[in-house]
C-alpha cells in the first residue's frame, strides 16, 4: 500500500484543484507545492543488549507564512520522508482551516516503539531531539505528539532542547504532561474534535445521533477518545480494531471496558480482549461495516481504489491523516458518500496545541472548561465554513477545506512577498 499511493499526491492534488477553481496562476501557489525545509537525520543508538541499531528520522517544514511551524513527531516503522512531507503540507492547510496562527510541520522516526524498552525510547527520543534542535523552537517550529508517542516522550523532549539551551522552554513543544506545561484537554483534544465534527456533520444530514452506527478503525489516542466520546453522547460504537485486528458487535460494544483493557499495558491488543457476543474481523472487514458513520482513524492510504466501492457508510469522517486516497475521493463522490476531511475533522489537536503554546507563553493556566468551549467554538466556526463554501461552490468538503486552506496560505504567502 505504501508504495502504490504517495500521500504526498493527495496533497499536490488537492492544492492544484483547489487553487483551479480559486483562479489562481501557478506561480501565486507554486511554492505551496513544494516543503520549505526537509531534515534526515541517523540515529546511532546502543541498545539494551549492547548492540548498535541506527534509525533514520526526520524534520520537514512545509509552510511558515502564516506562523512558526507546527506539527507532530511520529514513532512509527512505517514512516518515510514522502509520508512526512505529506503530514507537514496537511498541517500548514489544518492550521488555515481552524485559522490558529501556524504553519506546518512534521516529523518521524521510522522505528517499532513497541518492541523498545523505556529505556531505549528514552535515549532515543533525546537523540532525536538533539539531532533536530537546530531547526526547532517556540517561534520556529513546534512538535506535539502523533501516532507512536505520548505526554512522557514529549517531557523527555522538552528536557533535552532545555538542556540545549540552558533553561527551561516549555513553551518548544505541546503535548506535554500537566506538571510539566501541559494544557487541560489535551490529550483528548483530537478525539474531541472529531466527535464535534460527529455531531455536526449528522445535524446538517437531518440525522439522529443516538442510536446510530459507528465503526472506528485505529484504536490509538484519536480513535480510543473518539469511541469514548461518541459512546458516551449514545452512539452505538458496533466495530473496532487495532494493528492486531477488529471486533465486531452488532449491538454496541462495551468501550469503557476496551479502553481500561487496552490502558492497563500498551501492549495489550484487541486480540486478546474477550467479551460476550462480539467477533474478530479484519481492518479490511471494518472498513466495510453497514455503520452509520465510518471513522478511520488509524494511518494514510487506508481507502483505495481497491476498496472504495466497498464501502457502505454514508458518511466517513476522518479521524487520521489521509486515510482516503485521491482515486478513492472520486470513487466514494460518484456513491453519494460523504467525506468529511482530516485538515477539518481531527483539527481538535492542533486547536488545543495552539492553546498550550498560549498557557506556555503567557505563564498563564486556562481551566478544562476554557479549553472546551473555545475547541468547540472553534471547530464549529470551521465546519460552517467548510460547509457553507462547499455548497456555494458545489463541491466536496474536502475541496471546500481547500479553498479556504490555500486561500488564505497564498493570501499570507504573497503578502509577504517572496524573498529577492
Known amino acids: 500500500m505504501a508504495e502504490k499511493y504517495n500521500p504526498f499526491d493527495n496533497v499536490l492534488a488537492a492544492v492544484d484543484n483547489a487553487a483551479s477553481i480559486l483562479g489562481y496562476k501557478e506561480k501565486e501557489y507554486a ?14 543508538m546502543v541498545m539494551d543488549d549492547g548492540n548498535v541499531r541506527v534509525f533514520d528520522a526526520y524534520r520537514v517544514q512545509h ?9 507532530g513527531i511520529r514513532f512509527h516503522q512505517n514512516v518515510n520522508q514522502d509520508e512526512v512531507k505529506a503530514l507537514a503540507a496537511w498541517m500548514s492547510f489544518k492550521c488555515a482551516v481552524v485559522n490558529v496562527p501556524y504553519g506546518g510541520g512534521k516529523g518521524g522516526v521510522v522505528v517499532q516503539p513497541n518492541e523498545l524498552s523505556e529505556h531505549e525510547l528514552h535515549e532515543l527520543t533525546r537523540k532525536y531531539t538533539t539531532a533536530i534542535a537546530p531547526i526547532i523552537g517556540p517561534e520556529e517550529d513546534i512538535p506535539a ?13 522538552m528536557d533535552t532542547y532545555s538542556s540545549l ?14 506538571g510539566l506545561g501541559g494544557i487541560l484537554g489535551r490529550g483528548d483534544a483530537t478525539g474531541r474534535g472529531v466527535m464535534i465534527t460527529v455531531k455536526n456533520i449528522l445535524h446538517k444530514m437531518n440525522k439522529p445521533l443516538q ?11 484519536v480513535g480510543s477518545a473518539t469511541a469514548r466520546f461518541l459512546s458516551a453522547e ?19 460494544l462495551n468501550i469503557p471496558a476496551i479502553l481500561e483493557y487496552l490502558s492497563k499495558d500498551r501492549k495489550n491488543l484487541l486480540k486478546d480482549y474477550t467479551e460476550e457476543g462480539a467477533k474478530i474481523i479484519d481492518n479490511g472487514e471494518l472498513l466495510e461495516t453497514e455503520v452509520d458513520v465510518l471513522i478511520p482513524a488509524a494511518m494514510e492510504n487506508m481507502i483505495n481504489e481497491d476498496n472504495a466501492d466497498r464501502i457502505k457508510a454514508p458518511v466517513i469522517v476522518e479521524a487520521a491523516n489521509g486515510p482516503v486516497t485521491k482515486e478513492a475521493d472520486e470513487i466514494l463522490e460518484k456513491m453519494g458518500i460523504i467525506v468529511v476531511p482530516d485538515i477539518l ?14 498557557q506556555n507563553t503567557q505563564a498563564f493556566c486556562w481551566t478544562e472548561d476554557q479549553v472546551i468551549y473555545q475547541l468547540k467554538s472553534m471547530m464549529d466556526d470551521a465546519f ?29 504567502q504573497n503578502g509577504r512577498g517572496l524573498y529577492v
Not at 31 to 44: G, T, Y
Not at 145 to 157: E, L, N, R, S
Not at 165 to 175: A, D, E, F, I
Request: with cysteine.
Open 384 to 412: 460552517e465554513s467548510v460547509w457553507s463554501i462547499a455548497k456555494d461552490n458545489n463541491v466536496t468538503l474536502r475541496t471546500g477545506a481547500y479553498l479556504i486552506a490555500v486561500k488564505r496560505v497564498v493570501e499570507a
Open 31 to 44: 511554492a505551496l507545492k513544494h516543503p520549505e525545509r526537509e531534515l534526515k537525520v541517523s540515529i546511532p
Open 234 to 252: 449514545g452512539m452505538k460504537v458496533v466495530a473496532v480494531s487495532d494493528v492486531s485486528c477488529g471486533l465486531y458487535k452488532a449491538d454496541g
Open 165 to 178: 539551551q540552558g533553561h527551561s522552554v516549555l513553551n518548544c513543544v505541546t503535548g506535554k504532561p500537566i
Open 145 to 157: 505528539p502523533d501516532v507512536g508517542t505520548t505526554p512522557q516522550i514529549m517531557a523527555w523532549f
Open 211 to 221: 442510536g446510530a452506527k459507528v465503526a472506528i478503525q485505529g484504536m490509538g489516542n
Open 63 to 71: 509552510s511558515t507564512s502564516r506562523g512558526p511551524a507546527k506539527g
Open 345 to 358: 475533522a481531527n483539527a481538535g489537536g492542533v486547536v488545543v496545541s495552539y492553546f498550550e503554546w498560549v
